[in-house]
């Protein structure tokens, strides 16, 4: 147990600090209502059809490298805990309802990032059988985020437009 | 004429008219009636036991009423305590047998004995000689008998609980019989003045095994482990106010014997104070009835059963209490064991208000829903709102949480053990440094098992969403039942906050058994005499209640200036929560099982069914669970296996044949003669 917790000290001192530099911060775009969460945004994820490539993409922008904790964005395990959600994929027809759900259950003031193509406009989804529309068509989106996947640059970009820091 | 001689007669009396109202009353109006009788004797019983208390004495021979000896009775302190504590429980009980007996119990001889097994209850603590008390002994386990057997054409379970009943209570019955008997044989007579005196010369050997067969009998009736196999039995499958009167009532006549016997007939200054082997004996059997009875509740799913188990526990409780008693006054420290005594009194007056609360309540709950499997209750409060209360009331009473009622007893009681710990410099015998650190710990233990069985009987059962239909239409039980609870409830409240009023009383009577003086006092803070040590519970009370208030109340001023939004509960989108997202009470108990699994020992089955096409798909998987009695299994199981077996074998003696039987007899005479010639 004690060789377990050294090795790990050992570890981290012998990795360092591997986070990129941080990019200038975005200036435009910052919803008015991101104004008034004062530069701490928590975050709940809602994957409502999603085939996991955007999943991946938001797994390392929180990830060591990209880091965008350290702009103020935090992923919690709740919506009751939120004040943004992370949307992705096309909404399909079993997410309807519980995305609706979650929106409800976010408290106001309340933020929705649509992540990735699908997320936008059902990308390559378009019309399937299964599929109920964008997220748009569903809960109202306040900020959205190209790509297919999207970059963890692009999303991390995002996150800051909404920490404003 | 003595107060007490007014109030015994008069309770008597009572009960006899209700007996007589109970045969010739109409079926209409006989619940009432025969009611309003008991709860009249019971009362009786309260105000007899109570001028006792107070030091009232009485005592009178009656030489025609019993063949032999007569009956004699004689009241004094101690049996006036338990005297009350009979009366108040059927009081109590007698009023809400009046609702309670309306489906199904109100016949002729159910009805009537109710009334008898109040009066046996009454008269045991008050006997004066062997034989009326052996009498009334028998007469409280034969109308305890044919009450638990009252609803025996309902549920078949009820027989096979009444066996197990009627066998060991005689069983109890032999063995106090047996140790009386021989300490009654160098007295002049049978009463227990006469027995008092001639017990100093009994031999050591001989006071030793009078002492354990009493412990025996007596323990059986308490349902001291490993005698009380017939207690979860018994008690469930009574109706719920006889439930009340056996839990609360009819057990504590186990304690009274032994406290009798050790610390007033057989353990008197003459013997000086008994051995010390009997009350370490009894010690360990409280220690560890109290440690595996609570086991026991925590993971029973039976609400009367829990209950029953809680009694084992409690009972254990005050044999601890009793026990160290002895040790004590055995070591010459003669305040600290009536201290403890004072506080095992003081357990079971506590125990006999709580209990009676919680079984009139699973009683209640019974009556509305037919069910007693916790993991079928819940969602009561809306429905059962009264007993709910009540439940939560006695629940919190019985919980050693303060400002519960056993937690004053269990407080006093270590108290007496912690100061009975060695101190440095002073003698360093086996019991001071062993056997007291692991009672502090027993007790301690219970303590905290007691807490989580009661948080999960009251949460489980009582609160959340209904997980039966017969839970979610549950209604409030008639007013006599209701008026019930709230006599048990008050009594329990009121101990719990202002155990002062009797607690000086009951250091009078324990001191005036060890010897000592009172070693409790105070009008409002328990103040322990000759050690250090003193709490208010009223004052205790009022803090809790003020910070309860200051932090339930404070939060919702601050927020209520706030806008609010209604919002769905929570339930990760994904639909309504069913009751079967509920914990259940197997569930509530399974991590204390899992820790103590190598006690418990439960026993779990896995069938998994393979689909007939391919062993790799599971068709249904199937997982049963039970925790049987690790000491009935392997105690009673073997014992009673050997019964059968011993009775097979002489099956083949007995085969119907007359020759084969003058057979038996005539070599039986040979056998005999030749004897007599080889012997002479």
Same mark, same amino acid.
């Given at each position: 147990?004690?060789?377990?917790?050294?090795?790990?000290?050992?570890?981290?001192?012998?990795?360092?600090?591997?986070?990129?530099?941080?990019?200038?911060?975005?200036?435009?775009?910052?919803?008015?209502?991101?104004?008034?969460?004062?530069?701490?945004?928590?975050?709940?994820?809602?994957?409502?059809?999603?085939?996991?490539?955007?999943?991946v993409?938001?797994g390392?922008?929180?990830?060591?490298?990209?880091?965008?904790?350290?702009?103020?964005?935090?992923?919690?395990?709740?919506?009751?805990?939120?004040?943004?959600?992370?949307?992705?994929?096309?909404?399909?027809?079993?997410?309807?309802?519980?995305?609706?759900?979650?929106?409800?259950?976010?408290?106001?003031?309340?933020?929705?990032?649509?992540?990735?193509?699908?997320?936008?406009?059902?990308?390559?989804?378009?019309?399937?059988?299964?599929?109920?529309?964008?997220?748009?068509?569903?809960?109202p989106?306040?900020?959205?985020v190209?790509?297919?996947?999207?970059?963890?640059?692009?999303?991390?970009?995002?996150?800051?437009?909404?920490?404003?820091? | 004429?003595?107060?007490?001689?007014?109030?015994?007669?008069?309770?008597?009396?009572?009960?006899?008219?209700?007996?007589?109202?109970?045969?010739?009353?109409?079926?209409?109006?006989?619940?009432?009636?025969?009611?309003?009788? !008991?709860?009249?004797?019971?009362?009786?019983?309260?105000?007899?036991?109570?001028?006792?208390?107070?030091?009232?004495?009485?005592?009178?021979d009656?030489?025609?009423v019993?063949?032999?000896?007569?009956?004699?009775?004689?009241?004094?302190?101690?049996?006036?305590?338990?005297?009350?504590?009979?009366?108040a429980?059927?009081?109590?009980?007698?009023?809400?047998?009046?609702?309670?007996?309306?489906?199904?119990?109100?016949?002729?001889?159910?009805?009537?004995t109710?009334?008898?097994?109040?009066?046996?209850?009454?008269?045991?603590?008050?006997?004066?000689?062997?034989?009326?008390?052996?009498?009334?002994?028998?007469l409280?386990?034969?109308?305890?008998?044919?009450?638990v057997?009252?609803?025996?054409?309902?549920?078949?379970e009820?027989?096979?609980?009444?066996?197990?009943?009627?066998?060991?209570?005689?069983?109890g019955f032999?063995?106090?019989?047996?140790?009386?008997l021989?300490?009654?044989v160098?007295?002049?007579?049978?009463?227990f003045a006469?027995?008092?005196?001639?017990?100093g010369?009994?031999?050591?050997?001989?006071?030793?095994l009078?002492?354990?067969?009493?412990?025996?009998?007596?323990?059986?009736?308490?349902?001291?482990?490993?005698?009380?196999?017939?207690?979860?039995r018994?008690?469930?499958?009574?109706?719920?106010?006889?439930s009340a009167?056996?839990?609360?009532?009819?057990?504590?006549?186990?304690?009274?014997?032994?406290?009798r016997?050790?610390?007033?007939?057989?353990?008197?200054?003459a013997?000086?104070?008994?051995?010390?082997?009997?009350?370490?004996?009894?010690?360990?059997?409280?220690?560890?009835?109290?440690?595996?009875?609570?086991?026991?509740?925590?993971?029973s799913?039976?609400l009367?059963?829990?209950?029953?188990?809680?009694?084992?526990e409690?009972?254990?409780?005050?044999?601890v209490?009793?026990?160290a008693?002895?040790?004590?006054? !055995?070591?010459?420290?003669?305040?600290?064991?009536?201290?403890?005594?004072?506080a095992a009194?003081?357990?079971?007056?506590?125990?006999?208000?709580?209990? !009676?609360?919680?079984?009139?309540?699973?009683?209640?709950?019974?009556?509305?829903?037919?069910?007693?499997?916790?993991?079928?209750l819940?969602?009561?409060?809306?429905?059962?709102?009264?007993?709910?209360?009540?439940?939560?009331?006695?629940?919190l009473?019985?919980?050693?949480?303060?400002?519960?009622?056993?937690?004053?007893?269990?407080?006093?009681?270590?108290?007496?053990?912690?100061?009975?710990?060695?101190?440095?410099?002073?003698? !360093?015998?086996i019991?001071p440094?062993?056997?007291?650190?692991?009672?502090?710990a027993?007790v301690?233990?219970?303590?905290?098992?007691?807490?989580?069985?009661?948080?999960?009987a009251?949460?489980?059962?009582?609160?959340?969403?209904?997980?039966?239909?017969?839970?979610?239409?549950?209604?409030?039980?008639?007013?006599?039942?209701?008026?019930?609870?709230?006599?048990?409830?008050?009594?329990?409240?009121?101990?719990?906050?202002?155990?002062?009023?009797?607690?000086?009383t009951?250091?009078?009577?324990?001191?005036?058994?060890?010897?000592?003086?009172?070693?409790?006092?105070?009008?409002?803070?328990?103040?322990?005499?000759?050690?250090?040590?003193?709490?208010?519970?009223v004052?205790?009370?009022?803090?809790?209640?003020?910070?309860?208030?200051?932090?339930?109340?404070?939060?919702?001023?601050?927020?209520a200036?706030?806008?609010?939004?209604?919002?769905r509960?929570w339930d990760?989108?994904?639909?309504?929560?069913?009751?079967?997202?509920?914990?259940?009470?197997?569930?509530?108990?399974?991590?204390l099982q899992?820790?103590?699994?190598?006690?418990?020992?439960?026993?779990?089955?896995?069938?998994?069914?393979?689909?007939?096409?391919?062993?790799?798909?599971?068709?249904?998987?199937?997982?049963?669970?039970?925790?049987?009695?690790?000491?009935?299994?392997r105690?009673?199981?073997?014992?009673?296996?050997?019964?059968?077996?011993?009775?097979?074998?002489?099956?083949?003696?007995?085969?119907?044949?007359?020759?084969?039987?003058?057979?038996?007899?005539?070599?039986?005479?040979?056998?005999?003669?030749?004897?007599?010639?080889?012997?002479?």
């Amino acid at each position: 147990m004690e060789d377990a917790v050294l090795s790990l000290w050992h570890k981290i001192w012998r990795v360092g600090r591997i986070s990129e530099a941080a990019p200038p911060a975005p200036t435009a775009g910052r919803p008015s209502v991101a104004v008034s969460l004062g530069g701490s945004v928590q975050v709940r994820h809602v994957d409502a059809g999603s085939c996991n490539g955007c999943e991946v993409e938001i797994g390392s922008a929180f990830g060591p490298v990209y880091d965008v904790e350290r702009y103020g964005a935090r992923l919690v395990a709740s919506p009751r805990h939120a004040d943004a959600l992370l949307v992705t994929g096309p909404v399909t027809r079993n997410m309807t309802e519980p995305l609706r759900r979650t929106y409800d259950a976010v408290p106001q003031p309340r933020l929705v990032v649509a992540v990735g193509d699908c997320a936008r406009n059902c990308g390559v989804f378009a019309g399937a059988y299964g599929v109920t529309g964008a997220v748009g068509d569903v809960v109202p989106v306040d900020l959205e985020v190209p790509g297919c996947p999207p970059r963890p640059e692009v999303i991390v970009e995002a996150l800051r437009t909404l920490t404003g820091r | 004429m003595s107060p007490v001689a007014i109030a015994v007669g008069g309770a008597v009396a009572a009960a006899l008219a209700g007996v007589v109202a109970a045969l010739v009353v109409r079926r209409r109006e006989r619940p009432v009636v025969v009611g309003t009788l !008991t709860a009249a004797a019971g009362g009786s019983g309260v105000v007899a036991g109570g001028a006792a208390l107070l030091g009232q004495r009485w005592s009178v021979d009656l030489p025609g009423v019993l063949p032999l000896s007569g009956v004699a009775v004689s009241v004094d302190g101690l049996g006036g305590m338990f005297l009350a504590v009979s009366g108040a429980v059927a009081v109590a009980a007698a009023v809400y047998g009046i609702g309670y007996s309306r489906h199904g119990l109100d016949g002729r001889f159910v009805q009537a004995t109710v009334p008898v097994f109040v009066l046996s209850l009454l008269l045991v603590p008050v006997a004066g000689n062997v034989a009326t008390f052996l009498a009334c002994w028998e007469l409280m386990a034969l109308a305890s008998l044919v009450l638990v057997i009252a609803e025996h054409r309902r549920r078949a379970e009820v027989a096979s609980a009444g066996r197990w009943y009627a066998v060991m209570t005689h069983l109890g019955f032999v063995a106090i019989l047996m140790g009386l008997l021989v300490l009654s044989v160098p007295a002049v007579d049978d009463s227990f003045a006469a027995v008092r005196a001639a017990a100093g010369s009994l031999s050591p050997a001989l006071a030793g095994l009078v002492f354990v067969l009493c412990l025996v009998g007596f323990g059986s009736k308490a349902g001291i482990v490993p005698l009380h196999a017939w207690l979860p039995r018994a008690h469930p499958e009574a109706p719920s106010h006889v439930s009340a009167l056996m839990s609360a009532a009819m057990v504590n006549m186990g304690v009274y014997g032994i406290v009798r016997i050790g610390f007033d007939l057989l353990g008197t200054a003459a013997t000086g104070g008994g051995n010390r082997w009997w009350w370490l004996l009894v010690l360990a059997l409280g220690a560890v009835s109290a440690v595996y009875g609570i086991l026991q509740a925590v993971i029973s799913t039976d609400l009367k059963r829990l209950l029953a188990y809680s009694t084992t526990e409690n009972m254990g409780l005050v044999l601890v209490g009793v026990g160290a008693s002895g040790v004590f006054a !055995t070591t010459g420290h003669s305040v600290l064991a009536a201290l403890a005594l004072a506080a095992a009194l003081l357990h079971v007056l506590g125990h006999a208000a709580f209990k !009676t609360l919680l079984f009139l309540a699973a009683g209640s709950v019974l009556h509305a829903t037919g069910i007693r499997d916790l993991d079928a209750l819940g969602g009561l409060r809306a429905g059962l709102p009264v007993t709910t209360a009540a439940f939560g009331l006695g629940a919190l009473a019985a919980s050693a949480l303060p400002p519960g009622t056993a937690f004053v007893s269990e407080w006093v009681l270590l108290q007496a053990l912690i100061h009975g710990l060695p101190t440095p410099g002073a003698d !360093t015998s086996i019991v001071p440094s062993i056997v007291l650190p692991i009672a502090v710990a027993a007790v301690a233990l219970t303590a905290g098992l007691a807490v989580v069985t009661f948080v999960k009987a009251f949460g489980v059962g009582f609160l959340a969403r209904p997980r039966s239909a017969a839970a979610a239409q549950a209604r409030e039980s008639p007013p006599t039942m209701l008026a019930g609870m709230a006599l048990a409830g008050m009594a329990a409240a009121g101990l719990a906050v202002a155990p002062t009023l009797v607690l000086p009383t009951l250091g009078q009577v324990a001191s005036g058994l060890v010897g000592s003086e009172v070693p409790v006092a105070g009008a409002v803070t328990i103040e322990l005499i000759g050690v250090t040590g003193s709490l208010s519970p009223v004052v205790l009370t009022v803090a809790l209640l003020g910070a309860t208030v200051l932090v339930v109340a404070v939060p919702r001023l601050l927020v209520a200036r706030r806008a609010r939004r209604a919002a769905r509960l929570w339930d990760c989108g994904g639909g309504p929560l069913t009751a079967r997202m509920e914990y259940t009470a197997t569930s509530f108990a399974e991590p204390l099982q899992r820790v103590f699994d190598n006690v418990l020992q439960p026993v779990q089955d896995i069938d998994v069914t393979h689909h007939r096409e391919s062993q790799y798909l599971v068709a249904a998987v199937e997982y049963r669970r039970r925790v049987p009695d690790r000491v009935e299994r392997r105690l009673y199981e073997p014992v009673l296996a050997a019964a059968a077996a011993w009775g097979r074998a002489g099956r083949r003696l007995a085969t119907g044949s007359v020759h084969r039987y003058l057979g038996y007899g005539f070599y039986t005479v040979c056998a005999l003669l030749l004897l007599l010639v080889i012997t002479r």
